[in-house]
């Protein structure tokens, strides 16, 4: 599933950093929204792509889409 054009509550960018500070980053922002709200992830280690997928079936926050572009990681996470 692609959102690139969908609406988010929240951007988050972990460009420049490898596991686990993506996945920590991301969990102390998710700890600040609100039930049902999405949050973007931009992320560029090669290891994202199951990291999140893992921590969205550990934590049960629905990942919505993950696509990379030329390097680039783009997350859409919903907040459980």
Do not use: W
């Amino acid at each position: 599933m692609n959102l690139d054009n969908e609406s988010f509550d929240k951007e988050l960018d972990v460009r420049g950093l490898v596991c686990p500070l993506p996945i920590l980053r991301t969990k102390k922002f998710l700890s600040e929204m609100a039930h049902g709200q999405v949050l973007k992830i931009m992320a560029t280690d090669p290891g994202a792509m199951i990291d999140f997928q893992v921590f969205a079936d550990q934590t049960g926050n629905e990942l919505l889409s993950s696509s990379e572009i030329t390097g680039e990681y783009l997350f859409y996470l919903k907040k459980r």
